[in-house]
T-cell receptor
């Protein structure tokens, strides 16, 4: 799972700023998933993307959050106008195909909003 | 959607002891995975096991899909086994992996 690369590892933002989290999937994987982990909790699904398509965003907050996976380059999770409640660890996972295939996770981005 | 429950929530072991962690799920699954989250927060894939039995060194796992549970066995535990063990499942009408709340394992020297 070291093949899923996330950056930055740590990100500090002031309230009201924008946060951009990047994820490069494992080689050969075209399916990307974003999860959020609040302190002392399990991971919660946010969004599932394939290249240039959002497949399932049922776990994504309706406002301020967006995700993309362009034809070229990494997947981006974007949080606008961050608030303290957005402080969490954000994990990206990838798989070679869709649901039912083994997913591999990156090391996460720890976002702190001050 | 699918519900995933793990037990016990906390477990303290002496180094060298064996343990069994349980994961119950509420629907048929096409994906079940066990992860170890180490004290640095990294998620390590342990097993992809929607059914059957697998072994990897001191760890093994069994999923009985018809009875909707999976077990993770840790033998001869070491202090480096400490951390949180998560079970995650997908299936039924839920495509994405649903995580349990985890079992926090502490192995004492």
């Amino acid at each position: 799972n070291a093949g899923v690369m996330q950056n930055p590892r740590h990100l500090v933002r002031r309230r009201g700023q924008e946060a951009r989290l990047r994820c490069s999937p494992m080689k050969g994987h075209s399916h990307v998933y974003w999860y959020r982990q609040l302190p002392e909790e399990g991971l919660k699904f946010m969004v599932y993307l394939q290249k240039e398509n959002i497949i399932d965003e049922s776990g994504m907050p309706k406002e301020r959050f967006s995700a993309e996976f362009p034809k070229e380059g990494p997947s981006i999770l974007r949080i606008q106008q961050v608030v303290r409640g957005d402080s969490a660890a954000y994990f990206c996972a990838s798989s070679p195909s869709g649901w039912g295939y083994e997913a591999f996770f990156g090391q996460g981005t720890r976002l702190t909003v001050v | 959607g699918i519900q995933v429950e793990q037990s016990p929530p906390d477990l303290i072991l002496q180094e060298g002891a064996n343990s069994t962690l349980r994961c119950n799920f509420s629907d048929s699954v096409n994906n079940l995975q066990w992860f170890h989250q180490n004290p640095w927060g990294q998620l390590i894939n342990l097993f992809y096991i929607p059914s059957g039995t697998k072994q990897n060194g001191r760890l093994s796992a069994t999923t009985v899909a018809t009875e909707r549970y999976s077990l993770l066995y840790i033998s001869s535990s070491q202090t480096t086994d400490s951390g949180v063990y998560f079970c995650a499942a997908a299936g039924g009408s839920q495509g994405n992996l649903i995580f349990g709340k985890g079992t926090k394992l502490s192995v004492k020297p």
